[in-house]
C-alpha cells in the first residue's frame, strides 16, 4: 500500500510538472479573415471608390474605407493575398469596412 501510495505521488508530480513546462501559444494573434483585395474601385457614385476587397466565404466585394492605412495605390500589382482584421463601417449605408490590421500573405 505505501509503495503505491508513493508511486502514486511520483507520477502525479510528474504530471504535474510536464504541465506546467508546456506553453500555450499565443492567442489572437492569428488574423480574423483570409481576403484578396483586387483593385481600386473607379465608379463614380455615392458609395463608390476605394480599394476592393472580397473576404474569404463571400462572392461580392467591398470597399475598405481607410484605404491611405493600406499602402497600396491604384498602380500596385493586383491581386493581393492579405490577411485582415475589419470592422463593418457603420458610418454611411455603403457597406464598406474598416480594416484595422493587416499582412500580405
Not at 15 to 44: N, P, Q
Not at 59 to 73: E, M, P, Y
Request: glycine fraction near 10%; charge should be positive.
Amino acid at each position: 500500500m505505501k509503495k503505491t501510495t508513493i508511486f502514486l505521488a511520483i507520477i502525479m508530480t510528474l504530471v504535474f510538472m510536464i504541465g506546467l513546462g508546456c506553453k500555450k501559444s499565443e492567442m489572437g494573434s492569428g488574423y480574423m479573415t483570409d481576403a484578396t483585395i483586387i483593385g481600386y474601385d473607379t465608379r463614380l457614385c455615392v458609395c463608390c471608390g476605394g480599394l476592393q476587397i472580397v473576404l474569404a466565404g463571400e462572392s461580392q466585394f467591398r470597399l475598405i474605407g481607410n484605404t491611405a492605412s493600406i499602402g497600396l495605390t491604384e498602380t500596385s500589382n493586383y491581386p493581393v493575398a492579405v490577411e485582415v482584421d475589419w470592422t463593418e463601417d457603420r458610418t454611411n449605408g455603403c457597406n464598406h469596412i474598416i480594416v484595422t490590421r493587416f499582412r500580405r500573405k
